[in-house]
């Protein structure tokens, strides 16, 4: 195909091939394609009906070219297209194809296990009290500080991988096991290499400063320098979001406004731990500083709920916790009807949520969080996206977003909800490339 005619197809500058290689191209067909795809220039999180619009096209089709999305639409093929796929091309037979997951809030960069807390928390210890007897995110605190940079990031390569495999692209990724400079420097180096490694094609993994996770008791000073580093954090990694675990035995409400007022005047964005356990009324106060998300929310009175969904924060739901640890949950039924953007996330970490898939995340939403199918499709995907200010680019699918879909072992999308996790993609397509799927696909396309 001469070079011109290629351009002329791609009417999308992000789509237009960048370089003089023959471009990349694949075809989906005979799809439910499931878009979410924006309105009109959209952006920022969903709220209300437009959280259950998921926008399907039934027996639909999509070409990716060069890792993103160049067309797609109804019934058959443009011919236009056929000649620029060639024989790259994935019937999907009828089923489910939709954007890859975005797990925006996971602590997926950590060293050894917590396999013994599960037997104390049977002999009636509480996470707080195991935390606060120096074991919980201490614990993997010792572990991280013991591990090289090489080590950690291996390990997160590791989860990254099995992430994927559950239809998961976008990762966000937080700090907070090292606290001290030298470690939370060193995981934060992890992140960004084992992100820097994937970066020409694989979806983003966003890096969160993650200091203030708790306050390990061989350093009480360690709110003062965390603050303090703040400066360093931004020179060497950019302006990173900047988390906090507001609770009692991690830190305290006055500890995390400092920390928010000294990040967001080095322009990094917020997000916040609040009210997981212990409603401290951080909420309301997180908000008027300016946080994007906010996340937990298991104990927050009705009073403060109602401030988060009137706010532009999205309202990050982790039923894996409550599934893991205690069986308590954010009632996100009230957040959502009184206006709310909810996303939902896995949490994945080895303390309170040791969960590496969305589906399962999906399943819990509706059963524990009382989310519509739709609801937790849109949560996990467009708001998620949302959350982490991503939505231009991925959560939908959509000419000009990054090709990172899945494709379902069904025609319903309502089975992700309805099956315990077990809806699992049969395919995943990231950066227009199957990660995942049998092998004649991958032979086919990559
Ligand atoms: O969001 N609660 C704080 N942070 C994590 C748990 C981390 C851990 O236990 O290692 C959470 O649940």
Redesign the pocket.
Known sequence: MQPSRLAQLCHNPRVRPTSTLPPRASLIENARLVTLAPQHGEHGPRRGERLRDLSIIERGWLVSMDGRIAALGAGEVDAKWNEVVGARRINAHGNVVMPAFIDC?T?AC?AGE?YDETAMRLAGRE?LDILACGG??IS?VRAVRASSTDALAHTLTTHLARMRAKGTGAVEVKS??GLSEDAELRMLDAITRVAAMDADWMPPIVPTFLGA?AIPSDNEAWPSACIAMLPRVVARFGKLQCDA?C?RS?WSPQQCAELFTAARALGMPCSV?VD?FNALGFLSQALALGVRSV??LEASTAGELAHAAASHAVGIF?PG?GMHLDLRFADARRFIAQGGAPAIAT?C?????PFFSMPLIIALATRFLQFTHSESICAATWNAAAALGLETQCGALAQGYRSDCIILPTQDERALAYEYGSAEPETVILGGRVITGSNGLRESLV
Request: proline share 4%; no cysteine.
């Open positions: 809030h602590h950590w917590r996470y919980g995110i993997t907070g096991y996770h675990f609770e991690a731990h997981q996340a937990h982790l916790s949490n970490n080895p303390g309170s949520s």
